[in-house]
């Protein structure tokens, strides 16, 4: 049994290392392991490396936002679930770096893990020559209220956004009230506190059409809040049949990706 550990524990350490470390010829896709510091502490997050053909210039840069069951500190499980599992997929075409931050165990991207994520963003920016003009931001569930609520902290900074399954206030009996979105959370109505903050930023908002989870009445508001206030591009996808799990569907819609990569901010 000990030989056996020591070989695992050796592999391990072995596929650590590789992560670690990404060839500047790579000739596919691949997620190598980082760490940030933040107020003294050390947080482990992923990037996604697109192949090399892809990183001449300024590659585009897409900020991921895991959801609740993706919390913790191993720093790899924040890729188990949504984009992380599209990229391995298509890890030979995908075009752009994907940031993979982690919210730390019983913490909300819109209260104490939304620095993390600006300061993993802002690291792979610098290491990977991100285009500052491409960053897109995305989430599912509790990332999707995370979506909403960065983007308001830091409105000039994204191109496009894709809130997948989340939303800007709790109004279910089961909610975690730290869900919502802080920047709009005292305004008469959110939603449209939201809206004025948002209006200028391409907006493509997915949810599953029978969520038990978060209500898809969350995106419909938000959709026609953004409408209202005059939004330049304020789209909506419902996926009639599906639950709470609506980011596998997102994530291969393929006309998404399509949009995202053709939005640069300010524009």
Known sequence: MRSLATACLGLLLILMTACTTTSPMNPTGEFVAREVAVDGKTYRYQVFVPAARFRSGKPPVVLFLNGSGERGSDGVKQTMAGLGPYLRQHADTFPAVVVFPQAPDDTEWTEVAGPIAFATLDAAMKEFNGDP????????????????????????????????????????????PGLRAHSVGNAADPFAAAAQRLKDIPVWIFHGGQDNV????????????????GARDARYTEFPDANHNSWDATYAYAPMWAWLFEQRRGR
């Open 133 to 176: 003009d491409r960053v897109s931001l995305t989430g599912m569930s509790m990332g999707g209220y995370g979506t909403w609520e960065l983007a308001m902290q830091q409105p000039t900074r994204f191109a496009a956004l894709v809130p997948v399954c989340g939303g800007i206030t709790v109004d279910w009996t089961d909610a975690r």
């Open 214 to 229: 978060v209500p898809p009445s969350q995106s419909r508001r938000m959709e026609a809040a953004l409408k209202a206030a």
